[in-house]
């Protein structure tokens, strides 16, 4: 059906749809039905004639061994704008030939001024080159290693450079050919674009919507699958950090995530960071990027990648990852079974299976592992055993991201925390995780006048006891949770259940699950 003139077309998530003229962006997604998580940030792109004219500056080349990408240097160049008028025509050119230093494909005619004269390059430098000083003999040289050499070259030189790919060069041989030349257009240079909460926006006509990317979550790498899926647990994924070549969400920084998939971290690539500074770090690559030892890739954008270099730090971006995240902790063997046999996976029960039973614990522990095996163990408990609390980060940062580490509630929706000692009201629990050797206490959110019964306590550095966490039954106006003095305490939570501690005896654990006020 024709569009009138009262209508517009736009695309939502590359589906069209009609729309009346003057619709906001809040119309067209009441139209569509879109994928969408409320507050998260929406990608708008303007359809625009002049987005092909932006000044070009890095170029796909694609062989018979794989892809690689150069940088022009300097598209104002001679040799700069030889390239983008002629890049083309040097498709289907092969590889004339190759030395330990450098290798050629042509030849071809050029209009070059051949200049002599000993040229010094370094490693994955690109140069024109005539041979013989013959510009009907023009090739398109890479150096692949530090090297001397007489090209015959243009007098600017060297004008571009292998950004990516780089391996593909030293597999080529004169077997091969180049396929296909395409050039990149950096969104950044776009300037017609837009990323908004605002659904009020007015859409125009060539409008494109991008409201969320889909992932698909890599079984080579199931515990960092597991790490992306805790970091959106809430079905969105915070842009902490933006560069021209990735987003990143530190929402999960200096949680351990083991190193287990090596592989190019292509255009979409999730990855997470290993070790070293930034260790848990989550990154999505907006362009092609080697390889890295500390960068195991755990997934790939495959829906939505428009939106990922859309995106400005600040924003939340709505997220649907592929396979859905299989949650067994916290729930009942009744909520658990039905789910599980739909998609195929027996349930083996475990521990505790009166009907009060809640899991607090599965085996495999990941998502992938559960689906590659389908098969996965729960262990249960009597639901008396889960104790719900509430944390005060805004109170005391640094003391709850240490409970939240400790215990893996950062990654879990239930914590197993030991009890090692009661006297009087008073429990005291040790973590499992050994935290307190690199984990600082510092004194913060430090009682004054009284603590109240039911506040989690955690000895600071003030103290010898440092990193022991303590909860009093009943009010106390001289010390605090884990029996030390206020100024050794720092306060962050409360237990909004506490008299489930009453039955609690000494050896054993309780289990621990947040709640987060709204």
Not at 83 to 99: D, M, R
Not at 198 to 207: F, H, K, R
Not at 267 to 294: C, D, F, H, N
């Amino acid at each position: 059906m024709p569009i009138t003139s009262n209508e517009i077309s736009v695309e939502v998530n590359g589906q069209k749809y009609t729309l009346p003229e003057g619709s906001t962006l809040g119309d067209a997604l009441k139209v569509s039905r879109a994928s969408y998580m409320a507050g998260t940030a929406i990608g708008i792109l303007k359809e625009t004639a002049e987005e092909k004219t932006e000044i070009i500056t890095e170029y796909a080349i694609n062989t018979s061994r794989g892809e690689f990408r150069i940088e022009i240097k300097n598209p104002e160049s001679p040799s700069g704008k030889l390239w983008a008028k002629h890049f083309e025509e040097y498709e289907g050119k092969p590889v004339h030939w190759a030395s330990p230093e450098a290798l050629a494909f042509g030849p071809f005619e050029a209009e070059i001024k051949p200049s002599h004269g000993t040229g010094s390059f370094e490693a994955f430098e690109v140069m024109f080159g005539a041979g013989g000083f013959d510009p009907h003999n023009t090739h398109l040289i890479f150096s692949l290693k530090r090297h001397t050499a007489e090209y015959g070259m243009p007098e600017d030189g060297i004008f571009a450079e292998v950004v990516t790919g780089r391996k593909i060069l030293s597999r080529l041989s004169r077997d091969d050919t180049i396929l296909t030349i395409e050039p990149i257009i950096e969104w950044e240079q776009i300037s017609e674009k837009t990323c908004t909460t605002d659904l009020t926006i007015s859409l125009e006509d060539g409008n494109s919507i991008f409201t969320y990317f889909e992932v698909e979550l890599s079984r080579n790498a199931p515990r960092g699958a597991e790490h992306f899926y805790a970091l959106t647990r809430e079905g969105s994924l915070a842009v902490d950090v933006t560069t021209s070549s990735f987003i990143s969400d530190d929402g999960l920084k200096g949680e351990t995530v083991p190193y287990e998939n090596f592989e190019p971290r292509r255009e979409g690539a999730i990855s997470v960071r290993t070790v070293g500074y930034g260790l848990g770090r989550t990154y999505i690559s907006k362009e092609e990027r080697p390889s890295s030892l500390i960068h195991s890739v755990v997934g790939q954008v495959t829906k939505g990648i428009e939106l990922i270099k859309l995106a400005e730090e600040g924003q939340k971006l709505s997220v649907e990852s592929l396979p859905p995240q299989i949650v067994l902790l916290g729930h009942s063997f009744e909520e658990a079974e039905p789910v599980l046999s739909s998609i195929g996976v027996e349930l083996v029960k475990d521990g505790y299976i009166g009907e009060d039973a809640v899991i607090v614990r599965q085996d495999p522990p990941t998502t992938l592992e559960i689906l590659g095996e389908a098969k996965v163990t729960a262990y249960a408990v009597s639901r008396a055993r889960l104790i719900e609390i509430e944390l005060y980060p805004e109170k005391a940062p640094k003391s709850v991201d240490f409970f939240r580490h400790a215990l893996e509630l950062k990654t879990k929706t239930v914590g197993k925390l030991p009890v090692y000692m009661i006297y009087d009201d008073t429990y005291l629990f040790k973590t499992e995780k050994e935290v307190v050797k690199y984990k600082e206490i510092l004194p913060e959110n430090t009682p004054t006048n009284k603590v109240l019964g039911g506040e989690i306590g955690i000895t600071n550095q003030a103290a010898k006891r440092m990193g022991t966490i303590g909860v009093r039954i009943g009010d106390d106006e001289l010390f605090g949770p884990t029996g030390e003095k206020f100024s050794s305490t720092n306060i962050i939570g409360r237990i909004i259940n506490p008299e489930k501690l009453l039955d609690v005896k000494e050896g054993d654990a309780i289990y621990v699950t947040e709640v987060v006020r709204k």
